[in-house]
């Protein structure tokens, strides 16, 4: 059964720090979001994208963030300098078109900043 | 602006018990609404979907249903196991994006 994948499963990075979350949805899929989970708290949506372009993001998703779909199969999220309350679960999610369809999720990043 | 509210936050019962969890939004406008469970410190298992013209769905020993009109939506879970025990997520889906509860923590015992 197709699935989202994502790695790395945990990054422990210092604050200040640049990473790159990847992600490599599902091959026919062609919507791609990610969300993020803060311990104890609700899953939210950071940023959908469509056509190689941001389609909706939220007010999370400021300049410190970005997203690409460097090649044909990966999608990434980069922190451009990590903060301490970006620790948090990140979960990349596709779907086949928008509205009706599923989304389907990876089984997260634990991103901790130290 | 979409808002989803799951009650109980938590909840414990004994094994074999069938038990209820309650799931509301206030923007009837959604394409579907997804049930997931989530164990702690793991990623989301989609347990059900139901799209917005559909009354309920059903897998197993899960059954959800939805009732847009109203903004709610349950998930039934028949003979309760100490395998369920995890967080039961529910989330309403708009044009793109899902917009999840908190949550209702399930602890089932022996």
């Known amino acids: 059964e197709p699935e989202v994948t994502q790695t790395p499963s945990h990054q422990v990075t210092q604050m200040g720090q640049e990473v790159i979350l990847r992600c490599v949805p599902i091959s026919n899929h062609l919507y791609f979001y990610w969300y993020r989970q803060i311990l104890g708290q609700k899953v939210e949506f950071l940023v959908s994208f469509y056509n190689n372009e941001i389609s909706e993001k939220s007010e999370i998703f400021d300049d410190q963030f970005s997203v690409e779909r460097p090649d044909g199969s990966n999608f990434t999220l980069k922190i451009r300098s990590t903060k301490l309350e970006d620790s948090a679960m990140y979960f990349c999610?596709?779907?086949?078109?928008?509205?009706?369809?599923?989304?389907?999720f990876g089984q997260g990043t634990r991103l901790t900043v130290v | 602006k979409q808002e989803v509210t799951q009650i109980p936050a938590a909840l414990s019962v004994p094994e074999g018990e069938n038990l209820v969890l309650n799931c509301s939004f206030t923007d009837s406008a959604i394409y579907n609404l997804q049930w997931f469970r989530q164990d702690p410190g793991k990623g989301l298992t989609s347990l059900l979907l139901i799209q917005s013209s559909q009354r309920e769905q059903t897998s197993g020993r899960l059954n959800a249903s939805l009732d847009k009109s109203s903004g709610r939506s349950t998930l039934y879970i028949a003979a309760s196991q100490p395998g369920d025990s995890a967080t039961y997520l529910c989330a309403g889906k708009g044009f793109q994006k899902l917009v999840f509860g908190t949550g209702t923590r399930l602890l089932v015992s022996p």
């Open positions: 999610a596709s779907s086949e078109v928008q509205g009706h369809t599923e989304a389907f």
